[in-house]
């Protein structure tokens, strides 16, 4: 399991990406919404859709559930 979170800023192609904790690209992001804790990026990306539309799991972090 591990906690998962959502970046509230955007990137500049409008995907609000999905890390982990301990990921080093979440420790940049100021801004972010707590998800839950998961087995794996995909129900953490579902329910990350569930706040905004166009969301996208971290290359580094959640690469299973990045798509673009």
Not at 15 to 28: N, P, Q, T
Not at 41 to 56: E, G, H, L, M
């Amino acid at each position: 399991m591990a906690w998962y979170y959502v970046n509230d800023n955007a990137q500049p192609n409008g995907d609000h990406e999905v890390h982990v904790y301990g990921c080093s690209w979440l420790a940049l992001v100021v801004n972010k919404t707590y998800l839950g804790d998961y087995t794996s990026c995909s129900p953490a990306v579902t329910k990350a859709r569930t706040i905004y539309s166009q969301c996208n799991g971290c290359f580094y972090c959640s690469n299973a559930c990045h798509t673009s």
